[in-house]
């Protein structure tokens, strides 16, 4: 039998359990055109930035690259499809990061209800320590959970049940480069940075997102939060420019997967101006 043919015809579940088992320490998956493959083989791979992680920035957009109503509403700007991909990606990676914004607004759970697989390590990027410790993934016990302030905020050791793990300044916001390193220590390796726009936007301003995943959905906003926020360009030529493969999603929405590779946008001083 050619064994080729036999995995093109894999149905999605199997190409997931192949992927879990990969996961969870299994060998390579066999070569394969399954696109959940294509699409989730180069999260699992072992080709770790220099401070051991992988890095996968995610964010579901309109067409006009908003991801949320001004007042702060997203759910759900990307239909089916894009749910199960983001629980997939919390299924495959260690720990899911998300800003302080996107706990205020949507005290979200963060496990892999729709999806086979073990949820991840929650960590909240919070770092003057601004969220009650009454939010969900604090004390629902579902994952273990670390809340990363600024070490000058003064506090107990714990928020609601999580861990409190104190980082430097850097800049105007918090270390993400010693967040990360500090996570790697853990043996915390695949990240996933789900949201919101201000949390993917500062780790990819430091130059420290290996991919970026992002839906687009059929929406137009024309007004909103933004997805990407960067200091000022002067001129086309000095904005990131990138490959990427696109992936439809059930309900309409286009997933693009983008190798970032740690990239720094020369706006914040990756490379000399453009222009
Ligand atoms: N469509 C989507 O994919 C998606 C995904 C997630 C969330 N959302 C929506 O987006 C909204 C929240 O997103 P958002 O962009 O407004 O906020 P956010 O990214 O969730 O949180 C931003 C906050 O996180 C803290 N922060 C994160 N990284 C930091 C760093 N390196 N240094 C300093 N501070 C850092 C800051 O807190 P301080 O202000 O306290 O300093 C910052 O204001 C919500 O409405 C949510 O529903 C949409």
Do not use: K
């Not at 996933?192 to 201000?198: H, T, W």
């Amino acid at each position: 039998m050619d064994a080729t043919a036999d995995i093109a015809g894999w149905e999605t579940e199997e190409a997931w359990a192949a992927l879990l088992r990969r996961r969870n320490g299994g060998a390579e998956n066999p070569p394969g055109t399954h696109p959940l493959l294509s699409l989730f083989g180069p999260v699992l791979s072992c080709d770790h930035g220099p401070d051991g992680c992988t890095v996968i920035g995610r964010l579901a957009q309109t067409l006009d690259g908003r991801i949320a109503t001004a007042a702060g509403s997203s759910q759900w700007i990307g239909g089916r499809g894009d749910i199960l991909h983001t629980h997939r990606l919390r299924a495959l990676c260690d720990a899911v990061l998300v800003g302080a914004g996107t706990v205020a607004h949507d005290d979200p759970r963060l496990t892999t209800r729709e999806v086979t697989g073990p949820s991840p390590v929650r960590v909240v990027i919070d770092p003057r320590r601004r969220l009650p410790d009454t939010h969900r993934l604090f004390n629902d016990g579902a994952a273990p959970t670390i809340l990363a302030c600024l070490d000058e905020v003064p506090g107990p050791g714990r928020h609601g049940a999580a861990e409190v793990l104190r980082l430097p300044r850097a800049g105007d916001g918090l270390d993400l480069g010693a967040l990360l390193a500090a996570l790697g220590a853990r043996g915390l390796c695949r990240l996933f940075v789900e949201g919101g726009g201000v949390t993917v936007s500062h780790f990819l301003a430091a130059g420290l997102l290996d991919r970026l995943h992002v839906t687009v959905a059929p929406v137009i906003l024309g007004s909103g939060r933004a997805a990407f926020t960067l200091p000022e360009a002067s001129c086309i030529a000095d904005g990131l420019r990138f490959s990427w493969s696109v992936y439809p999603l059930e309900g309409g929405d286009l997933l693009l997967d983008i190798p970032l590779r740690r990239a720094r946008p020369r706006v914040c001083g990756g490379g000399s101006p453009a222009c």
